[in-house]
């Protein structure tokens, strides 16, 4: 992918981040967990639905 930075094509994806290999750039972007498309995350211990991501669950609310 192209960084938006320094306009190389050297942005990987590494977990959740969006990371430049370019060693002058570094530059670092935190994906969402879900891509925004509302994917799978970790089961939330209150409402049970599988919408809890960075601590913190956005169907219910709930959070650590
Ligand atoms: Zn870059
Ligand atoms: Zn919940």
């Not at 925004?36 to 956005?58: A, D, H, I, L, Y």
Request: proline share 6%; net charge positive.
């Amino acid at each position: 992918m192209e960084c938006p930075n320094c306009k190389k094509q050297t942005l990987f994806r590494k977990g959740f981040k969006l990371v430049c290999s370019n060693p002058n750039c570094r530059y670092t972007i935190t994906v969402p967990v879900n891509d925004g498309k509302g994917g799978k995350g970790n089961k939330c211990p209150v409402c049970g639905r599988f919408t809890w991501f960075n601590g913190r669950c956005s169907s219910c609310g709930a959070h650590d």
